[in-house]
C-alpha cells in the first residue's frame, strides 16, 4: 500500500522554525518528483516546493523562497520541508505529494499539482 505520512507540525511564533517530514511506505521517494503542497482557509492550494526525481532541480515560490528548503533522505525514505523565518501568512495545512516523472520541469509540476500520492496533511500555525 502507498503511503506518504506528515508529521512536524504545530504552533510556533513569527520569526520561528519548524521542520515538516513526510514517511513514505510503498514507494521509493528517489523515483518519484516530490513535492510541498499547502492550503490556507479560503485559499487555493499552493505549490510551495518542489524536486525532481534526480534531485537536481528544486523550485520554490515566491512567497517562501530563501525561507523554505526541501530535501530527500533516500535511505530513510523520507521526505522534508525545513521551514524558516515563519510569518502569519504561512499558516495552511501542508501536504506531502510524490509523483513517478522523469519531468524534471518541477516548477510546472509544482504549479499543475497533478501528483498522485498524497499525504493526509499537518497543520502549521503561525501566530504569536
Request: glycine share 12%; hydrophobic share 35%.
Amino acid at each position: 500500500q502507498v503511503q506518504l505520512v506528515e508529521s512536524g507540525g504545530g504552533l510556533v511564533q513569527p520569526g520561528g522554525s519548524l521542520r515538516l517530514s513526510c514517511a513514505a511506505s510503498g514507494v521509493t521517494l528517489d523515483l518519484y518528483a516530490i513535492g510541498w503542497f499547502r492550503q490556507a482557509p479560503g485559499k487555493e492550494r499552493e505549490g510551495v516546493s518542489c524536486i525532481s526525481s534526480n534531485g537536481r532541480t528544486t523550485y520554490s515560490s515566491a512567497s517562501v523562497k530563501g525561507r523554505f528548503t526541501i530535501s530527500r533522505d533516500s535511505a530513510k525514505n523520507t521526505m522534508y520541508l525545513q521551514m524558516n523565518s515563519l510569518k502569519p501568512e504561512d499558516t495552511a495545512v501542508y501536504y506531502c505529494a510524490a509523483l513517478a516523472t522523469v519531468d524534471t520541469t518541477v516548477q510546472a509540476l509544482c504549479g499543475r499539482g497533478s501528483f498522485e500520492v498524497w499525504g493526509q496533511g499537518t497543520l502549521v500555525t503561525v501566530s504569536s
